[in-house]
């Protein structure tokens, strides 16, 4: 009798161990998939920044392979310099991802205009182009107000 209690006591701690290594490993899964997935909404839906621009819209269009979106150009008041090579047009590249939006932008292609707009830290594909990876990808929400409906002919 003593031979089948100590089998016995054998298979409750053999059973016990796997109770706990199953347990850890069930721990470790779950701390990993945290840190995976605050990374990911860290990187791609997490808001950097927001607020408004204000500007001339010089393009607007429909574009993408697999996504179609909105893309827009606004330019803006003053200029930018490139690494010392000389002097260029300061530029707000974005995307849009509301249709009704998008139809009141491009029907607003010439005017000077205040767009409001978050900053994400990378660029999905569907939610548009990442014109600049140390900028991230700027998606306007909303049309804040057409300052000038015609302000130098053609807005240029």
């Known amino acids: 009798m003593s031979e089948s209690m100590e089998v016995k006591e054998q298979e409750l701690i053999e059973k016990k161990t796997r109770k706990s290594k199953r347990k850890m490993l069930l721990i470790i899964s779950f701390i990993l ?13 997490f808001v950097y920044s927001s607020g408004t621009r ?7 269009s429909n574009k993408g392979t697999f996504f179609k979106t909105f893309e827009g150009e606004m330019m803006l008041p003053g200029v930018r310099t490139k690494n010392n090579a000389g002097v260029s047009s300061n530029m707000f590249h974005f995307s849009v991802a509301d249709e009704e939006l998008a139809n009141k932008l491009m029907n607003s292609q010439g005017m000077e205009l205040e767009l409001h707009y978050s900053n994400y830290n990378n660029s999905l ?21 057409i300052k000038d409906e015609n302000p130098n002919g053609y807005g240029l």
């Open 33 to 45: 998939l945290s840190i995976v997935s605050g990374y990911v909404y860290y990187q791609y839906y």
């Open 54 to 60: 204000v500007g001339i819209l010089y393009k607007f």
């Open 125 to 145: 594909p569907w939610r548009g182009d990442n014109y600049s990876e140390a900028e991230g990808q700027y998606i306007v929400d909303s049309l804040v107000r």
